[in-house]
């Protein structure tokens, strides 16, 4: 018999269509074989379910999955059926069956159909649910989204504590907790909870190097400076997220006035209202989905390709989880999030309410919101540091990924005052937290100061001569640097670490970047991020595209169910014209999935490459573009992905000029260049149809000529990219 080991692997191909792991999910499904109990911190995105999903599905017996978010279990059930020819083979159990509808689910799980079972928490508690439960064999109950258990967690649900004592209920199963989202403290939180502190701990690196972190001013033009975002990224796929549900109305609403697809989404909506939105934006049907934060989107799409927070979320948990639903096939992703303290102060008028306790755990999640975006070193290194993680921001995956990187404030020598900083923290016996660390430095008394004498002491005011905002921004960058910690016990006390021990009696150069001062007057300049694939053959990728809509449609299941856009780009790479093909050497295609869809797909292919008497390549060949420089394939690659013409000049170190005689030789050189996406937010269609009309009917397509035709209407550089489009278009 085959080991373990190619066991594993053979039932990935046979069930997903992979031939490989991702990342950690090897490791944690052995665990859950050996029915150890474990715990799985794993970023959105990164394969968290399919690490309880093989297991479930090559195990005896159910698998119990605890999950929050109906539309999530919806979704994933969905993804489940398109895997099996047994219907059954998952369900939701939920107050929302009918009577007949709960007793196919419990017929299915008797009979051992059923490998996955999705509940909610609150109808695991149901005692006829356990009851049942109790009398079938089970594989394992996984916790989805455990941080819900925690209060420290940025969703935290009280039904959730009751969760041990109902799993005690069932027997002696295995427990695997996971989490997109896990500080230490919350970590910790988790394990003590669930009572498995034995439990097998599996950690994934919280780094998406795809994802592009941008924080802007909050201005007055917020929604033209959105509206000019969502342009420059038209017809991809985003999501808006607002804090309230008048303000999701009101963005959704702007945005449709001016001709963006665009749907509402909250909790207000009535339930087939949300269900249509949701499907709309899964079937593609719209691009733009505007949200509340407090209603869980639970949407499963791979190609969400920018999330903008018009408001600053009230965790940086909330935050990291939003953002992770861009780019989760690895593609482009454009997170942009807009600032202003106004939106804090906000915030935390809404706390003022809630008891103590909470509002304790509220402000501290909401100072590391306030740290993230004033800060001006890299977001991503800050962010990774919350959860725990080191980056090398010279190194790492992903270092240039973000605005501070891009645009770097400036550093100044702050050696002196980290040994003063680390002195006051050391001599005050860790008691404080940033702020009346800061308030020592400066000399500033209040009640908890004068209850420990701290205004007593030699040291305080030793930092008279710089201001609060200066203390804060390098108490931030200590921390991030590792010679400050924060206490998991006391969340926010202050501690010397022995690395800032060291650096008291040792000290060295510590350069520090000042914090970015947010105006809300003024504007900031767009820039945009890309780091998409080129596709081998776009005519036939748009033809697979629109295949894959309508098998969706005529299947109501959303578009990645049928395949994934990495599928459909390896296919247009490599031309699969047999089932056979497609199944076993297209990424993320397997047997069955090959079997259930594939025919359509293999058809149009083949006849794609008959009729365009294409050589199919033996490995993967990309076509030439007949443009030999470097300087001209890194143009017509990124003019392929809509990246802005400006950043293109500014990355080649190129003057618009410069930029503008590449592309017209290019084009004259018998290469397409689709401009338009450029061209349409200078121009008008009816200024874009009587230049284009000039050009159709002129001898010459001399610039000089055009010029005095329209008399000023027009400058140059307009003029020549007309010109370029023009050629592009007609000539090649």
């Known amino acids: 018999m085959n080991s373990p080991e190619i066991d594993i692997y053979r039932e990935l191909k046979k069930h997903f269509g992979f031939s490989q792991f991702k990342g950690l ?44 978010l109906i539309a999530l279990m919806k ?64 594989s394992f109950v996984a916790i989805d989204e455990a941080h819900c258990i925690s209060e420290w967690g940025h969703d935290f649900r009280p ?24 500080t230490p403290k919350v970590q910790e939180d988790i394990l003590k909870n669930l009572d498995m502190a034995d439990a097998a701990t599996f950690k994934a690196s919280f780094n998406r190097p795809n994802l592009f972190y941008e924080v802007r001013t909050k201005t007055q033009n917020i929604e033209a400076d959105i509206i000019r975002f969502i342009r420059q990224h038209k017809g991809k796929s985003g999501i808006i997220y607002c804090l309230s549900r008048k303000k ?12 963006i697809s665009a749907v509402p989404y909250h909790a207000g909506l009535d339930a087939k209202t949300r269900a249509k939105h949701q499907d709309m934006f899964l079937m593609e049907d719209v691009d733009v989905v505007v949200a509340t934060i407090a209603f869980g989107m639970g949407i499963d799409k791979p190609d969400v390709r920018f999330v903008i927070h018009h408001d600053i979320p009230k965790s940086l948990e909330s935050y990291y989880q939003e953002t992770g639903r861009a780019g989760r096939d690895g593609g482009e992703g454009y997170c942009l999030a807009y600032y202003s303290y106004k939106d804090v102060e906000k915030l935390e008028k809404f706390m003022s309410g809630k008891p103590v306790a909470e509002q304790e755990i509220g402000f501290a999640l909401l100072q590391e919101v306030v740290a993230y ?59 404080y937290k940033s702020k009346e660390i800061i308030f020592t430095l400066i000399g500033k ?35 991030v640097e590792g010679y400050l910690s924060k206490d998991i016990e006391t969340y926010g006390v202050l501690k010397t670490t022995q690395k800032g021990r060291d650096f008291i009696e040792n000290p060295v150069s510590f350069m520090m970047s000042e914090d970015h001062e947010y105006n809300e007057a003024e504007d900031t300049a767009i820039v945009t991020a890309s780091k998409a694939t080129a596709t081998a053959d776009e005519a036939l990728m748009a033809m697979l595209r629109d295949l894959r809509k309508k098998v969706a449609k005529r299947l109501g299941v959303p578009p990645f169910v049928v395949f994934q856009d990495p599928s459909l780009e390896d296919m247009a790479l490599k031309y699969p014209i047999t089932l056979e093909e497609l199944g076993t050497g297209i990424h993320g295609v397997g047997e069955g999935k090959a079997k259930k869809y594939g025919k359509d797909f293999v058809d149009l292919i083949r006849k794609y490459v008959d009729d365009n008497d294409i050589t199919r390549p033996d490995d993967l060949v990309v076509k030439s573009t007949g443009a030999n420089s470097a300087n ?53 269609d009816e200024q874009q149809e009587e230049i284009q009309e000039y050009f159709m009917e002129s001898e010459s ?24 489009k023009f050629i592009s278009e007609v000539a090649n």
């Not at 190194?395 to 973000?402: L, Q, R």
């Not at 030699?458 to 390098?474: I, K, Q, T, V």
């Not at 307009?718 to 010109?723: A, G, I, N, V």
């Open 248 to 259: 999701v109305e009101a963005i959704a609403q702007v945005l449709q006035v001016n001709g």
């Open 159 to 182: 039904e959730y504590r009751n969760l041990k004592h109902i799993i005690r209920q069932l027997g002696d199963i295995p427990v695997i907790g996971l989490t997109a989202t896990a």
């Open 75 to 138: 979704n994933q059930v969905d993804a489940i059926r398109s895997l099996s020819s047994e219907y059954g083979i998952a369900h939701v159990l939920n107050s929302s069956l009918t009577k007949a509808e709960t007793a196919q689910v419990k017929k299915d799980i008797t009979s051992g159909v059923t490998k996955l079972l999705y509940v909610a928490p609150e109808s695991l508690i149901k005692e006829d649910n356990v009851a049942f439960l109790k009398t079938v064999p089970l």
């Open 373 to 431: 975006a004033e800060t001006s070193i890299s977001r991503r290194k800050f962010l990774l540091h919350y959860f725990g993680e080191e980056f090398d921001s010279e190194t790492g995956e992903g270092a240039d990924m973000d605005d501070n990187v891009r645009n770097p404030k400036t550093k100044v020598e702050a050696q002196d005052q980290v040994v003063t900083l680390l002195k006051v923290v050391r001599d005050t016996k860790f008691l």
């Open 445 to 479: 008394v209040n009640a908890v100061i004068k209850a420990h004498r701290t205004d007593t002491q030699p040291f305080f005011g030793s930092g008279a001569n710089f201001d609060e905002r200066y203390w804060m921004a390098l108490i931030r960058q200590v921390l």
């Open 25 to 68: 999910q090897e490791q944690v499904i052995k665990s859950i074989l050996s029915k150890k109990n474990t715990f799985v911190i794993m970023p959105t995105g990164g394969g968290k379910s399919l690490c309880y999903q093989l297991p479930a599905l090559i195990q005896e017996g159910t698998a119990i999955v605890v999950s929050p």
């Open 632 to 684: 001209k394939l890194y143009i017509i690659q990124n003019i392929d992905r809509k990246l802005s013409l400006d950043d293109i000049a500014r990355a080649k170190g190129l003057t618009m000029d410069s930029l503008l005689k590449e592309m017209e030789q290019i084009v004259y050189s018998g290469t397409k260049l689709n401009i338009k996406y450029w061209i349409d937010d200078m121009l008008d």
């Open 701 to 724: 397509d001399r610039i000089d000529v055009a010029l005095k035709e329209f008399e000023g209407d027009y400058d140059v550089d307009e003029l020549r990219l007309m010109r370029i």
